[in-house]
């Protein structure tokens, strides 16, 4: 008989009211927090630029530059600038010219930001960096 009076007072013990059932929510609030700013810098999101956006096409070599890159003289000396014409990354892509591996490397072609980064920014916490590109297609260089 003992055995069942002590099993009764210990399942009064386990079942729980609005209070716990709160700090559980919380619990499971508080660790997914914890979960997203440890593991959110590692989930890095991308943004490509929009079709619109300008860049110098080699029209010998159908390789094409970044204008910051070519404008800002960051080219090898052996490369020659005078055959490079203007263009609109869909157009380059559309005549299947190829980005410059250099200008690739160097993150021109592409926006970056972790997880924890975006969803900072949309909870307004933090304010976004300028974006690389203006709505017209030119450069925030």
Known sequence: MEVCEVGAEMESEIKSGPVEHLYKIIAIAIGTVVLLGLFGNLIVIGKNPAPNVVVYVDQKSHIYYAPPYILGKKYPPDLDVSGIKGETIAEAAKNQDKPDSTCV???YFKEKYTLTDTILIKIG??????????ADGSWNW
Do not use: T
Not at 125 to 134: E, F, H, L, Y
């Open 105 to 107: 490397e160097m993150g």
């Open 125 to 134: 916490a933090v304010n976004p960096s300028p974006s690389r590109w203006n």
